[in-house]
């Protein structure tokens, strides 16, 4: 345990040791197109593009070289045709003044010239675009059946003043010679990065190999190694007495995960290490491990420990906050506040220790206190992690949240009742938090003092938002903390007048034959009966309308019994299947929940839904847990947990993980486990 705890220390504190690298693609989370990509084309031209709006890059899961999938570029060019197609992080700039090279792996299943590679250029976040730029002297031929690395200068595309070098926001493949021929190519892993010297020196061989075993998979770990040029590693499996290569990942990517149909099965791996220079390690000693049936308590754990791992090592490398999505480099202040509960569950679970929480703990506090933009002392939804300025979450929408902000008050609060201890450490902990807790001006969010709390507020755009928070919804919490603080609190009368006060509130109808007191007919989104209830104990409290505890366990009832019913004869749903909350989906986020008319509803399941209803379900719960990690084990469990959400209907799976929806499985395990 301890030499895994050392590896996810290192992971996050030792990752500005390597150069600055910027991500435009690794992985997508839907495996039919990537999201932050745009492409056009003009006839008689043929570009391959996907998507609902037919302008995406298309992905594959068959051929990658590393992670879940990669991209497929597929074109022909024309004479008097042109074509585009450009890939970015979310559509997050970059400041490249501090790199110069655009790197990528390609494979292509037949020869290529390298005459005939697209054209490429690039693009800031006006849009301002360099030339095409011809790149064939800067690559090579590409071989049949092979993973090459491109290295492009960046000093190609410099010089040119209507762009902004420091705020990148795209690169580009285009149009270059028009042959007249099909060609088809898989790119992955497109960074820009400082390139290093070639070398012929091999790195060193990964180090603190350790492994584990659980009921369909296998989880190998490594060290990171500590030079600058390791781009990744190859993981190897013994096979018929021989090692034989099973995948190569990336540099941050210090394990890998081997799924198996069946129980007791014992493996044997090696690890190697690979340079910017192509040069390979000596392998690692071997290790070994086997698969077993496992009890509900180590499942809950399985499930706890890897889910935590996207609060902490894939935490932001400045701030310490929870990123919004994988993939997405905005951090998200409510997924963070989620987040910070999980440190809590780890460090009871053993999965860090106490001392290691409040390390990041301190790191996030003074990013919080000393750097996060807020907005009469509420938090932005989205945050830079180095700057700490706001990122808008949409057009109007670039100040304060007070809603994003509750769920931070709220895993905020837990930390300070937790870290009770009188050691310099923790006193600053509670003394920052307590800072953080009273700047908040809850009373300001009543937008001129009136009976609601507004979700939304704007030095740009005032009150333009206009989101009364009004009625059941997740948002409960929000006006317990409001009427609760100590330096700006709304009346009390609020939580009657205000958030009470829709006619819809109170319900008292029965759905399934289980009764809702509150609340929308047959629930709505499983979300609702988790994110306020994450720190609030809504056990044995009641109010004038409803036990919440009691309606928050019906409604989940009623959500898994319309999945049982199942009227639109999805593929998948059933007693251990089921679970309908706000998550990607195929066509691209959904708050899914039960409907009739099948709009909210389209097939899609969500993890998270049935797992983080454990509280109020915890039978059923378990029982859908267990289920899906058997059932379907790779397409929907990774590094991270259970992904995001999947529809077997349409045959799709996300790669996705999302803060918001991580949170509620660790701590709502944990409010279960241990009261």
């Known amino acids: 345990m301890r030499y895994i705890l050392f590896l996810i220390f290192i992971s996050f504190y030792s990752i500005n040791l390597f150069p600055q690298e910027y991500i435009f693609f690794e992985d997508s989370p839907d495996n039919i197109y990537y999201d932050p990509s745009w492409g056009f084309v003009n006839v008689p031209s043929y570009l391959e593009l996907k998507g609902s709006t037919n302008n995406k890059f298309p992905v594959s899961t068959t051929i990658k070289y590393s992670g879940n999938n990669s991209l497929v570029l597929h074109w022909n060019s024309q004479a008097t045709g042109d074509w585009g197609i450009a890939v970015s992080n979310y559509w997050f700039p970059y400041n490249v003044n501090n790199v110069d090279s655009i790197i990528f792996m390609i494979y292509s299943q037949q020869a290529l010239s390298k005459v005939n590679f697209p054209a490429m250029y690039i693009e800031d976040i006006s849009n301002n675009k360099t030339s095409k730029v011809n790149v064939s002297q800067y690559i090579q031929d590409l071989s049949a059946n092979q993973w090459i690395r491109f290295s492009i200068p960046l000093t190609l595309f410099r010089g040119y003043s209507n762009v902004d070098y420091t ?235 007070i809603v994003e902000t509750s769920f931070m008050i709220q895993g905020l609060l837990a930390a300070r009742q937790y870290f009770n201890q009188s050691t310099p450490d923790e006193e600053q902990i509670r003394n920052l938090i307590t800072a953080i807790w009273e700047s908040v001006e809850w009373d300001w969010y009543r937008k001129d003092n009136g009976n609601y709390l507004y979700w939304h507020w704007s030095p740009n755009y005032g009150w333009q938002m206009n989101f009364p928070l009004i009625g059941w919804m997740e948002t409960m919490i929000t006006y317990l903390l409001a009427i609760a603080s100590p330096t700006h609190p709304v009346p009390a009368l609020l939580y009657h007048d205000g958030w009470a006060s829709s006619p819809s509130y109170i319900n008292g109808k029965s759905f399934y034959g289980y009764k809702l007191w509150v609340g929308w007919d047959w629930g709505g989104p499983l979300f609702f009966a988790h994110y306020s209830f994450l720190g609030f104990d809504p056990r044995n409290k009641k109010d004038n309308y409803a036990n919440y505890f009691l309606n928050n366990k019906n409604h989940t009832l009623i959500n898994r019994a319309y999945c049982i019913d199942n009227p639109g004869n999805f593929i998948g749903y059933d007693e251990n299947t089921w679970g309908l909350t706000a998550s990607d989906d195929p066509a691209g986020y959904l708050a899914h929940q039960p409907d009739f008319n099948l709009y909210w509803d389209n097939g899609t399941i969500s993890p998270t839904a049935a797992i983080s209803s454990m509280p109020y379900t915890p039978k059923e719960s378990i029982e859908a847990l267990k289920n899906l990690y058997r059932k379907y084990g790779k397409k929907i469990y990774g590094f991270y947990g259970f992904i995001d959400a999947f529809n077997p209907t349409r045959n799709w799976y996300s790669n996705s993980y999302l803060a918001i929806d991580q949170g509620p499985i660790i701590v709502m395990i944990e409010n279960y486990r241990s009261g």
């Open 167 to 401: 705020q990148i926001k795209t690169i580009f493949w285009g149009q270059n010679l028009a042959d007249g021929v099909e060609h088809k190519v898989w790119l992955d892993d497109v960074k820009m990065i400082a390139a290093f010297p070639t070398d012929s020196i091999p790195p060193s061989t990964p180090s603190n190999i350790s492994i584990l075993g659980y009921e369909k998979h296998i989880e190998i770990f490594w060290d990171q190694n500590i030079e600058s040029d390791v781009i990744g590693y190859r993981v190897y499996k013994k096979v018929d007495n021989d090692f034989h290569l099973l995948t190569t990942t990336q540099f941050k990517e210090n394990y890998y995960l081997d799924f198996y149909d069946s129980n007791f099965v014992t493996s044997t791996y090696k690890i190697s290490a690979i340079d910017f220079s192509g040069n390979e390690s000596v392998l690692s000693n071997e290790v070994s491990a086997s698969t077993h049936l496992m009890t509900d308590n180590e499942f809950l754990t399985m499930v706890q420990r890897s889910t935590f791992r996207y609060f902490w090592n894939y935490a932001d490398s400045s701030s310490g906050l929870a990123k919004e999505r994988l993939g997405q480099s905005p951090v998200t202040i409510g997924g963070s506040g989620f987040g910070i509960m999980s440190y809590i569950a780890a460090v009871e679970r053993g999965f860090i220790t106490r001392e290691e929480a409040v390390n990041r703990m301190l790191i996030v506090l003074n990013f919080l206190h000393t750097k996060a933009a807020t907005f009469h002392g509420a938090f932005p939804h989205w945050l830079n992690g180095e700057t700490g300025n706001v990122i808008p979450f949409s057009q109007y929408d670039d100040g304060g949240d």
